[in-house]
């Protein structure tokens, strides 16, 4: 089975622009969840969609958003970038998002803010 | 205070040795207990699962949990160069995705 993938792998916007980031999970899982990791606070969780619903929403601005489509496919969504928005961006998909259910995360999207 | 501490190191040690990386954690209601290895530039790589106390052994890997003690190891036995990357112990709540990590440990083995 192919692994999650991530698009574009890097990008480099500058303040105030936005961004989206593209996720396919693994074939057949319907859970992806959304980090953040940064060398300071680390990695931190966004949001995570299940059946293009949100579940769960981390302790972020309103300016991270996402949505997941029919085929589980992901996509994340920066409006009005600010430097430290910098970062590496990281999705993890998941088969079924309940019970003992595994992460297997993507290469994840580095994304510079100049 | 963080809901997951682990020491960020780094850690350097010989080829061959035993290693040992550990996490404590604040929330006793965490249920599941992930060791990721994640390489530079690249995503976390699963490593190792476990969900109840005790000891799971994968190869030269071994991952423990102390939940009375809100504590968990990873062992690496017979350490290789290729084992240097940094190590991230993650933990979740019982019906929620949201993993919740340490800051990781970066770890040297030298040849």
């Known amino acids: 089975k192919a692994g999650v993938t991530q698009t574009p792998r890097y990008l480099i916007k500058t303040r105030g622009q936005q961004v989206t980031l593209s996720c396919s999970p693994i074939s057949g899982h319907r859970s992806v969840s959304w980090y953040q990791q940064t060398p300071g606070q680390g990695l931190q969780f966004l949001f995570e969609?299940?059946?293009?619903?949100?579940?769960n929403k981390g302790n972020f601005p309103g300016r991270f958003s996402g949505r997941q489509f029919s085929n589980s496919r992901s996509e994340m969504n920066v409006s009005t970038l600010e430097l430290g928005d910098s970062a590496l961006y990281l999705c993890a998909s998941s088969s079924q998002g309940w019970g003992p259910d595994t992460q297997y995360f993507g290469p994840g999207t580095r994304l510079t803010v100049l | 205070q963080k809901e997951v501490e682990q020491d960020p190191g780094p850690l350097s040690v010989p080829e061959g040795a035993i290693v040992s990386l550990n996490c404590t954690y604040s929330?006793?209601?965490?249920?599941?207990f992930m060791w990721y290895r994640q390489y530079s530039r690249k995503g976390p790589e699963l490593l190792m699962y476990?969900?109840?106390?005790g000891n799971k052994e994968d190869g030269r890997f071994t991952a423990q949990v102390d939940k009375s003690s809100k504590y968990i190891s990873l062992f690496i036995r017979d350490s290789q160069p290729s084992d240097s990357a940094t190590y991230l112990c993650a933990m979740r709540l019982e019906g929620a995705q949201k993993l919740v990590f340490g800051q990781g440990t970066r770890l040297t083995i030298n040849p």
């Open positions: 929330n006793s209601a965490f249920q599941y």
């Open positions: 969609y299940f059946s293009e619903t949100q579940r």
């Open positions: 476990t969900y109840s106390s």
